[in-house]
């Protein structure tokens, strides 16, 4: 269900950074784990991140390793992906999911419409 909406996109240099969040429509995530994923043009969906319900276990792909901070704070009813260190190959529609278990290759029950990351020069 797309219940979910993600923000914090745009137009970024390489190098810079991004903080992207996600809001529900009509539920709280405190019921649910989050995961970030994102997609390139050509390219399979990726899982990129994700968090246990109360931020016990965190995951993140490879790729990101290092560069990609998930966050959340249950209390606002938000979740956050902070992305430093960007390079062109970042470059996305990233989105934002809600559901049962933390998992990159995970099912989820809500996602969102996306938000575009971009980072060239």
């Known amino acids: 269900q797309l219940q979910l909406v993600e923000s914090g996109g745009g137009l970024v240099q390489p190098g810079g950074s991004l903080r992207l969040s996600c809001v529900p429509s009509?539920?709280?995530?405190?019921?649910?784990?989050i995961g970030w994923f994102r997609q390139a043009p050509g390219k399979e969906r990726e899982g990129v991140a994700c968090?246990?319900?109360?931020?016990?276990?965190?995951d993140y792909a490879d790729i990101v390793k290092g560069r990609f901070t998930i966050s959340r704070d249950n209390a606002k009813n938000t979740a956050f992906l902070e992305m430093t260190r960007l390079k062109p190959e970042d470059t996305a529609v990233y989105y934002c999911?809600?559901?049962?278990?933390?998992?990159?290759?995970?099912?989820?029950?809500?996602w969102g419409q996306g938000t575009q990351v971009t980072v060239s020069s």
């Open positions: 999911l809600a559901g049962q278990v933390c998992g990159l290759r995970a099912e989820y029950d809500y």
């Open positions: 009509g539920f709280t995530l405190d019921d649910f784990a």
């Open positions: 968090i246990t319900k109360d931020g016990g276990i965190i």
